[in-house]
């Protein structure tokens, strides 16, 4: 899996990322509490996800916006990011197109700043030595330190393998953007790091997963709390991708803490 990686906001981005490729089969809308009774649906999620065409190579725009919070949760600083995302089997290339801070009521242009980060990256996946800078390697360490991966087995954990290490019920049905969508729920049996649960929200007419709501199931070090939302749309041409990430973080230690929402949309996508 693709992950985010890189400053205060590109911390928080290293914990969101993760596009996932597949899709989920929805079973009848009978009611399925016990393990023996949701294992056929599991088997049918676990094979529908085979029928999509992996995405390997794609291009598209992304809207970033970072909202860190001050210790009520209330804005402190908003950063907006948009730019072009370039993934192909051999990396990950991105070009800020604009980049604007707002804090206290004032606005500035920080694309200078966030392409010259990017260049810097871009050096660093090519073995080319990055330029120095004041704090860089206090702030590569922070975000080693953050970043968490947001697996395929962890985030869609239907395969036979990977259900192994979790259990599974159906709850009710809810309206989701004005239609009913059946619900899956998710917990990890034992509680770790590498583990997300919760629940998944399935179109049952088009079989198309329509969106997840996720938490860490055991919350790493510094870490009080580490949510994600993920939506997905079905592109003109049938391939399975990620429409909008939301993430929540609340992490750190007195002196330093970070309380920070981080929502991305994606447009403009080409798959080649």
Same mark, same amino acid.
Not at 112 to 140: F, H, I, L, V
């Given at each position: 899996?693709?992950?985010?990686?890189?400053?205060?906001?590109?911390?928080?981005?290293?914990?969101?990322?993760?596009?996932?490729?597949?899709?989920?089969?929805? /079973?009848?809308?009978?009611?399925?509490?016990?393990?023996?009774?949701?294992?056929?649906?599991?088997?049918?999620? /676990?094979?529908?996800?085979?029928?999509?065409?992996?995405?390997?190579?794609?291009?598209?725009?992304?809207?970033?916006?970072?909202?860190?919070?001050?210790?009520?949760?209330?804005?402190?600083?908003?950063?907006?990011?948009?730019?072009?995302?370039?993934?192909?089997?051999?990396?990950?290339?991105?070009?800020?197109?604009?980049?604007?801070?707002?804090?206290?009521?004032?606005?500035?242009?920080?694309?200078?700043?966030?392409?010259?980060?990017?260049?810097?990256?871009?050096?660093? /996946?090519?073995?080319?030595?990055?330029?120095?800078?004041?704090?860089?390697?206090?702030?590569?360490?922070?975000?080693?330190?953050?970043?968490?991966?947001?697996?395929?087995?962890?985030?869609?954990?239907?395969?036979?393998?990977?259900?192994?290490?979790?259990?599974?019920?159906?709850?009710?049905?809810?309206?989701?953007?004005?239609?009913?969508?059946?619900?899956?729920?998710?917990?990890?049996?034992?509680?770790?790091?590498?583990?997300?649960?919760?629940?998944?929200?399935?179109?049952?007419?088009?079989?198309?997963?329509?969106?997840?709501?996720?938490?860490?199931?055991?919350?790493?070090?510094?870490?009080?709390?580490?949510?994600?939302?993920?939506?997905?749309?079905?592109?003109?041409?049938?391939?399975?991708?990620?429409?909008?990430?939301?993430?929540?973080?609340?992490?750190?230690?007195?002196?330093?803490?970070?309380?920070?929402?981080?929502?991305?949309?994606?447009?403009?996508?080409?798959?080649?």
């Amino acid at each position: 899996m693709t992950l985010f990686r890189s400053s205060l906001v590109s911390v928080a981005l290293a914990l969101l990322w993760a596009a996932v490729f597949v899709a989920l089969r929805p /079973a009848s809308h009978a009611s399925l509490s016990q393990a023996g009774d949701i294992d056929p649906l599991l088997d049918r999620i /676990a094979e529908r996800a085979k029928s999509y065409q992996e995405v390997k190579n794609w291009r598209a725009t992304t809207l970033t916006v970072a909202t860190e919070m001050d210790k009520n949760w209330k804005p402190k600083k908003t950063t907006r990011i948009k730019k072009t995302v370039t993934v192909t089997e051999s990396g990950r290339s991105e070009k800020v197109l604009e980049a604007l801070q707002t804090e206290k009521g004032s606005t500035k242009d920080i694309t200078a700043e966030y392409n010259r980060e990017a260049e810097e990256r871009r050096r660093t /996946a090519q073995g080319q030595p990055a330029e120095k800078s004041p704090g860089n390697d206090d702030k590569k360490d922070e975000e080693n330190r953050m970043s968490r991966s947001l697996g395929l087995g962890e985030i869609l954990p239907f395969s036979e393998k990977e259900r192994e290490g979790f259990t599974f019920a159906r709850r009710p049905d809810e309206e989701l953007d004005g239609r009913t969508v059946l619900v899956l729920e998710s917990k990890a049996k034992i509680k770790d790091e590498k583990f997300w649960e919760g629940l998944y929200f399935i179109d049952p007419e088009s079989d198309t997963l329509l969106s997840v709501r996720l938490t860490i199931s055991k919350n790493p070090k510094f870490v009080k709390e580490l949510s994600t939302e993920i939506d997905f749309q079905v592109l003109p041409d049938g391939h399975f991708f990620v429409k909008k990430t939301r993430m929540k973080i609340n992490a750190g230690m007195v002196i330093k803490h970070i309380r920070m929402v981080v929502e991305e949309d994606y447009s403009d996508i080409e798959i080649f």
